[in-house]
């Protein structure tokens, strides 16, 4: 793949893993779970704000409401044990 240009140089200064002979042996795909696509209103001003920090504003508003879960399903197991 080097060879045709597929892989880029590491970047300067990036760390250089020294991997095991049989790490690609073993190694296995890990694919992320598929997401459900959904509509969602929201106020002008929330949209802004998140795409004023730049691309990828969709993703943050996904991170954010992912540790809302994460904050609450933590609260919820205090309360209960």
């Given at each position: 793949?080097?060879?045709?240009?597929?892989?880029?140089?590491?970047?300067?200064?990036?760390?250089?893993?020294?991997?095991?002979?049989?790490?690609?042996?073993?190694?296995?795909?890990?694919?992320?779970?598929?997401?459900?696509?959904?509509?969602?209103?929201?106020?002008?001003?929330?949209l802004?704000?998140?795409?004023?920090?730049?691309?990828?504003?969709?993703?943050?508003?996904?991170?954010?409401?992912?540790?809302?879960?994460?904050?609450?399903?933590?609260?919820?197991?205090?309360?209960?044990?």
């Amino acid at each position: 793949m080097k060879e045709r240009g597929e892989i880029s140089p590491p970047a300067p200064g990036a760390p250089d893993y020294a991997l095991p002979d049989t790490f690609w042996e073993r190694a296995e795909a890990v694919y992320p779970e598929r997401k459900t696509p959904v509509s969602l209103r929201v106020d002008p001003d929330v949209l802004e704000w998140f795409k004023a920090q730049g691309p990828g504003h969709l993703t943050r508003m996904q991170a954010v409401l992912r540790a809302y879960v994460e904050a609450k399903r933590k609260q919820d197991g205090a309360k209960q044990g």
